[in-house]
């Protein structure tokens, strides 16, 4: 919006007071209002103080007529209007004209300031501490804190804030227009007295329990406190409150109290006491008390056992409750004296009782408890008072044993438990097989199970490298189940099971590989074995066989397969070959060099037999050393790579040279370079002039 500015002429000179006055006011008035009216409407104060700055040249002349107080009281009601201080502003004009009732100005003013401040608003928010308390803001309502009241004619408000159980406060607020007033969060004070609880004697538990409210009968007490004699209490909220005393062996104390606000009540309580001796044959029973306020069924408190003195019970009726293992109870009801004590003894008529059981080792119940000390088994003996009674034998694997008797004090007592039963016995050829029943093993043959549930039995029978076998049958009571089994030996090797194949080769399941590795090189004896010929430089049964072509051991393994299969010792899908240089690298595991039979501690002659050095975690020897062991691969450009990835030396001049690949070093070698266990010879496959290599063979799908 534009700025507006009004100029007003200079007053005119004149004899005529009366006259010049007039005219001045005229200009006084107009200016006054356009300045009001301007600051008013447009709502800005800025501009009302500009346009009350534009008057006041009009308005100094009449300044000059009027009272110091009331150009004071003028010039201030002025600032408080530019400022937007409405209210205060009127108050100043009000004041002036009680000193001078026809000062134009205020008058002309009042009406506009009193339009503005009917129609002007404000905002107050109120916060408490405990929050949900009710808040009043003049006429404007009640709401809960915290409190928001929008929409609030400026002015000043009494705010009023309750909530039961806390003392009421007042404050005052000032409302501005467009403003938010904050009161709090003001700190709510509770109501609150005292009470004092003590007894005789002390340390007596007590608890303090606020009831419900008045016609609500349902409302569940409400525990407050709780603790022992003697305690004042301090800051309760006032109410009706019950003060229960529990002193143990006494019915429980009530009082009812009211608290009142700055208010201290007490309660208090005195319980009279007398004493018991208790004995009983046999001893070592337990002594059970239940006062006299005791409920129906309620079983009351263990006092000991006999003998048994009990000082410092409450004076009145006391039901004792005498039991001893699982013999009857015996029940009395005792009065109990102040300053006295009584004397009770107690007796029962018993006999004692002799268990046995066929067969004997059975476990005997009386009420679901067991009978016997330190897991005693039939036969046992056990001492119980006359009457009836019903005894349960249970032993493992057979149905349980129900009799019923009475015992006799002048007789001996004998209870017999039968069980039905029969038995089990297993033969086998060959012995030493495994006996399995529901998924269970129970035991390898001759296998005799002489305890046995009458009922149908199915029994199998499992020995590695023979097949499995079953037996089923009733066992009757009284009788014996007998059987004899002939197992059939199958050759065929087992998954994830070590085996020795027909040429006397041990074969190693390895894991990670799914597959078998031989435990060793293939040796000279077996070599000669399966191709009838041996082309090895250093001769020996035991040692590996070397001097060997990559093809001359393919066809080894080719031939090897074709004897097992035919004698039926070769796994289904299986076949004996070369590893692979991804195989090998699984195989070798963690062989140490140390292990390994090389020329590196000194210049060895030639080859050692086979398994003198210590296997790998696979249980393969010579996995590195001795004799150079080929693989399936050539050596290519994938062989390079995985050279240079496990950081060992390699020849990328092998490469495309139809070569295949020898690893694990051998005995003529001595420098880290060969015996690195990532490292790779490469050899044309048809050489057989190398006296340092030889083979490995392993049994994998085909």
Known sequence: MEESKIILPPPKRSTDSGRGTSGLWGWVVAALLLGVLIGVLVGERRQASEAVAVSQDAVAGVERESSPEVVIRLAEARVEMAAGNWVKARNLYLAVLAI???????????????????????RVVVRTQPEGASVKLGKQGAKKSPAVFEGVPIGSY????????????????????????????????????????????????????????????QQKALVVQAGKTPVTLEKLPPGDYSVTLKMEGWPKFSEKVRIANNRQASVSHVFAQGGLQVTSDPSGAEVWLKEGGAGEGQRGRLAGTTPLSVPGLAVGQHELVIRYQDWPEIRRVVEIEEGQQRTLEFAWKRSLVNFVSDPPGAEVFLNDKRIGRGGEKTPLQWELPE???????????????????????????????????GSVKIGSEPSGVSVILNGVPMGRTPFAQRVVRPGHYEYELRKGQYRSASVSGEVEPGQSLDFNVSLKYDPTPVLNHDFINSYGQKMQWVEPLKEWVAAHEVTQKVYQAVVSKNPSSFKGENRPVESVSWYDAKRFCEKLSIDERSRGTLPKGFVYDLPTDREWSVFVGGAQLEDAVTSRLGQLEGTADVGTSQANEYGLFDVRGNVWEWCDDWYSQTILKRSREAKSPSNSLWVGTERKILRGGSWSRSSGYDLATGYRLAVQPSKTDRYDSGFRVVLKRK
Do not use: M
């Open 100 to 122: 001078q009732p026809e000062q134009l100005e205020a008058k002309t003013t009042l009406p506009l300031i009193d339009r503005h401040i009917e129609a002007a608003q404000g």
């Open 158 to 217: 009494v705010v009023e804030v309750s909530k039961e159980g806390y003392e009421k406060i007042e404050q005052k607020v000032a409302v501005r227009e467009n403003a938010t007033a904050e009161l709090g969060p003001l700190e709510l004070s509770p109501l609150a007295g005292s009470l004092s609880v003590s007894s005789e004697p002390k340390g007596v538990p007590f608890e303090l329990v606020l009831a419900g409210g008045k016609g609500n009968t």
């Open 387 to 421: 009457g009836e009674y019903q005894f349960v034998a249970r032993r493992e694997g057979l149905f349980d044993v129900v009799v019923n008797t009475e015992t006799n004090a002048s007789a001996a007592d004998q209870v017999n438990f039968d069980f039905e039963y």
